[in-house]
Structure formats: structure tokens, C-alpha cells
T-cell receptor, first 115, second 113 residues
Framework: GAVVSQHPSRVICKSGTSVKIECRSL??????MFWYRQFPKQSLMLMAT?????????EQGVEKDKFLINHASLTLSTLTVTSAHPEDSSFYIC???????????FGPGTRLTVT | QQQVKQSPQSLIVQKGGISIINCAYE??????FPWYQQFPGKGPALLIA?????SEKKEGRFTISFNKSAKQFSLHIMDSQPGDSATYFC????????????FGKGTKLTVNP
């Protein structure tokens, strides 16, 4: 089956620093990738949609200058949390859309803790 | 209209019992309804999915029932096992449209041994 990886799986950073999270589709090409944020015991909240070679589309209320998304290739998207603050601590999950079958496959998630 | 309402919020079932999770939607443009299973600290994994042109889909112990007129769909887990204990999310999407999955709020299933 289609596999999506994320790196790192866990990261702890200090307030004010930036953190980059990678999302890779390992055995398929993904023209579209999605970034979600999930708080404890809550559902997934879509942050942005990224298409290869174009600017990401952010959901309402998501700061695009704080959450920088780059989709440089058909297998890699990155999310950079800039000037992180403790309130950015969360579980970040990416998904990648495969064309055949037309399905979204989720990565294992990245636990970000900002101290 | 973009919401998917999921119930119950939590569910406790005995081993061997049937777990039933229900979802309802309003947007008739949705044309694909997947269910995801998520274990603590992990990403969601696709469990089973259905399109509105069929009323039921079964894969092993997991069955989706779909009622197009009522705009409802449900997940049935037969012979529930402790290993099924997880959070289950229903979702809906208009494929070829916005491509955005709309998720329910999730159901935490606990299967007691």
C-alpha cells in the first residue's frame, strides 16, 4: 500500500526558534499534500493544502507567515513552524493524495513541543 | 453544511460484541465516505470507504452501511476485539472538487477483554 513518512516523529524546541517537518510519499507521486493539526482528543484540523510547484492554500485562521509550506517535488512537502511558541505545541499530520486509487494517505504524525 | 456529525463520542464494548458508530452529513455533493482508525500517537489509517451508489460495503469484520436518502452512514465492527480499541473518524469528500476531507469529531472505542 501507499506509504507516507514524516520526519521527525518528535521534536522539542525552544520558544522563538523554527522547526521544519518533512512529509514524503515513499512509493507514489503526490501532486497534492495536506497538513493537519490535531489537539489531544480532538479531530484533525486542516491547516493548508499544497500543490507541487505552487503556493500553498491556507485555511481561514491559519497564519501563512508562521506556518511555511513548501512542496518542492512530487514526493516531498515541508512545514516550517517559524518563531515557535508554546501554543504551537501540537500533533502535526500530513497526508498525500494518490491519483490511482484516488485516496489520501496519512503520515504517522510529528509531535511538536515548544518549551 | 460542510459538517459531518459523528456519534457517539465514546463507546465501550465487550470483546466479541458489535461496535456501531454513526455519521450524518448535509452536503449532497459529497461522493466518497472513508473511515479512519487512529491509535494514540499515530496518524490516521484508512479502514474502509464507500461511495453513495452502494448501500453497504464489507471488508472482513468491518462494514459500512450507507443511507443516501437519510444522508447517514455508519461503521459496524463485528466480533470486536481489544486490538480494535482506537479512535475512529468518519469523513466525507467531494472527489474532483475541493479535495478536502471533512472529518467527524471522532469516536473513542474501547473493547474490554
Amino acid at each position: 500500500g501507499a506509504v507516507v513518512s514524516q520526519h521527525p516523529s518528535r521534536v522539542i524546541c525552544k520558544s522563538g526558534t523554527s522547526v521544519k517537518i518533512e512529509c514524503r510519499s515513499l512509493d507514489f507521486q503526490a501532486t497534492t499534500m495536506f497538513w493537519y493539526r490535531q489537539f489531544p482528543k480532538q479531530s484533525l484540523m486542516l491547516m493548508a493544502t499544497s500543490n507541487e510547484g505552487s503556493k500553498a492554500t491556507y485555511e481561514q485562521g491559519v497564519e501563512k507567515d508562521k506556518f511555511l509550506i513548501n512542496h518542492a517535488s512530487l514526493t516531498l512537502s515541508t512545514l516550517t513552524v517559524t518563531s515557535a511558541h508554546p501554543e504551537d505545541s501540537s500533533f502535526y499530520i500530513c497526508s498525500a493524495r494518490a491519483l490511482a486509487p484516488d485516496e489520501q494517505y496519512f503520515g504517522p504524525g510529528t509531535r511538536l513541543t515548544v518549551t | 453544511q460542510q459538517q459531518v456529525k459523528q456519534s457517539p463520542q465514546s463507546l465501550i464494548v465487550q470483546k466479541g460484541g458489535i461496535s456501531i458508530i454513526n455519521c450524518a452529513y448535509e452536503n449532497t455533493a459529497f461522493d466518497y465516505f472513508p473511515w479512519y482508525q487512529q491509535f494514540p500517537g499515530k496518524g490516521p489509517a484508512l479502514l474502509i470507504a464507500i461511495r453513495p451508489d452502494v448501500s453497504e460495503k464489507k471488508e472482513g469484520r468491518f462494514t459500512i452501511s450507507f443511507n443516501k436518502s437519510a444522508k447517514q452512514f455508519s461503521l459496524h465492527i463485528m466480533d470486536s476485539q481489544p486490538g480494535d480499541s482506537a479512535t475512529y473518524f468518519c469523513a466525507a469528500i467531494t472527489q474532483g472538487g475541493s479535495e478536502k476531507l471533512v472529518f467527524g469529531k471522532g469516536t473513542k472505542l474501547t473493547v474490554n477483554p
